[in-house]
């Protein structure tokens, strides 16, 4: 399938939540992809406060805007459009980022437009890093597995979205997260559990897999359950190596499960895994063994691409302009809004 990307040089930004990220691209390439982590900054809290994220963002924006026009040879005034995350994430944080874009739509006269973060995450596949990329075929099933969202979306086209499935309680990352808290391993919680997981016994302790009615459907809820149990029954005997790689193999299974069945169902044979999870060695380890016994072909982006990023916002931004969409100063910022009413 033909795409077309925005004709142009282009500025991503996105302060969702608690990363500030800027991104050159040129159509659907990259250029340069700055992320500023205020992961520090959260740490000593065990998880992101909203206020000091926002006031974060006001700090780090034009620097790692700056960062990011001085990573390539593109001067400022050769950027011609802008795109900026306005949905869904934390208000305070969304609107920093909100605020730049239209800042730069009055001093360099450009078009801006807003960008739903899913959408990003979900077309952060079609990035072109290097001549070797390899390009989702279409439809596909895009697992996006993040901390905030565990959603499987048929993905008919750019732009066509269905929904099959989603988490009824935690997302997987959530999961991750929270049972990595409760092993008092460091935050940022998932990347610690996969390094705590390295040479663990992925078959030491028995954790449950959900069993749900709709079969597209996830729930970790139980899985937290069962670690805040097995922390309590083990105590200080407890293996930390071989809790995160249980944790962490029963999560990875599930994920893989869900995403090749609806594959197999709907008759589809490419699968896209995206978001911050995706970043998981061991998930993509298991996902491209099953897809090759399937023949099934599989797309994951580069790690730099799986956590929240300018770069993917970019994309979705670009092929958007580029179908003629665009936005003026009344770009609002949304908490909460489906993908599919995009
Ligand atoms: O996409 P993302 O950066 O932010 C959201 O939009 O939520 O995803 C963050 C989530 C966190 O829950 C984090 O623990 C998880 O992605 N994560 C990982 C890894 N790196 C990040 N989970 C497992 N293994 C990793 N290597
Ligand atoms: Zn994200």
């Not at 001549?131 to 075929?137: E, K, S, T």
Request: hydrophobic fraction near 40%.
């Amino acid at each position: 399938m033909k795409i077309d990307f925005y004709p142009g040089k282009l500025l991503a930004i996105e302060t969702s939540c608690d990363d500030t990220c800027a991104a050159i691209l040129d159509e659907n390439r990259i250029l340069s992809n700055i992320i500023s982590s205020q992961c520090n900054l959260h740490k000593k809290w065990g998880g992101v406060v909203p206020e000091m994220a926002a006031r974060e963002h006001l700090l780090s924006i034009l620097p790692v805007i700056d960062e990011a026009l001085e990573a390539t040879n593109v001067p400022k005034d050769d950027i011609s459009a802008c795109v900026v995350t306005n949905r869904p994430g934390l208000i305070g944080s969304l609107s920093i980022g909100v605020s730049a874009a239209k800042a730069l739509k009055l001093s360099l006269g450009i078009p801006i437009l807003g960008v739903h973060h899913h959408e990003g995450h979900v077309l952060s596949t079609l990035a072109k890093l290097s001549d070797q990329d390899v390009f989702p075929a279409f439809p596909h099933i895009c697992l996006v597995a993040s901390g905030g969202h565990t959603e499987l979306i048929y993905v008919e086209e750019p732009g066509n979205y269905k929904i099959l499935g989603s988490t009824l309680d935690d997302a997987a990352g959530e999961a991750l997260d929270k049972a990595a808290r409760l092993l008092k391993l460091e935050y940022p919680s998932g990347k610690s559990l996969q390094d705590a997981a390295v040479n663990g016994d992925k078959a030491r302790y028995r954790l449950p897999e959900a069993k749900l009615g709709d079969k597209y459907a996830f729930s970790f809820s139980g899985l937290k359950t069962a670690v805040l149990r097995l922390v309590e029954k083990e105590g200080s005997n407890i293996d930390i190596k071989d809790a995160a790689a249980s944790i962490q193999e029963v999560v990875a299974k599930t994920l893989s499960k869900k995403l090749l069945l609806a594959c197999e169902e709907m008759k589809v044979n490419h699968v896209t895994v995206v978001g911050g999870v995706a970043a998981n060695t061991r998930l993509r380890e298991i996902l491209r063994e099953e897809c090759k016994k399937k023949s099934i072909g599989i797309t994951i982006p580069h790690f730099s691409l799986c956590t929240d990023n300018a770069a993917m916002i970019g994309i979705a931004g670009s092929y958007r302009l580029a179908k003629g969409e665009g936005a003026d100063y009344t770009l609002d910022a949304y908490a909460n809004e489906s993908l599919m009413n995009i």
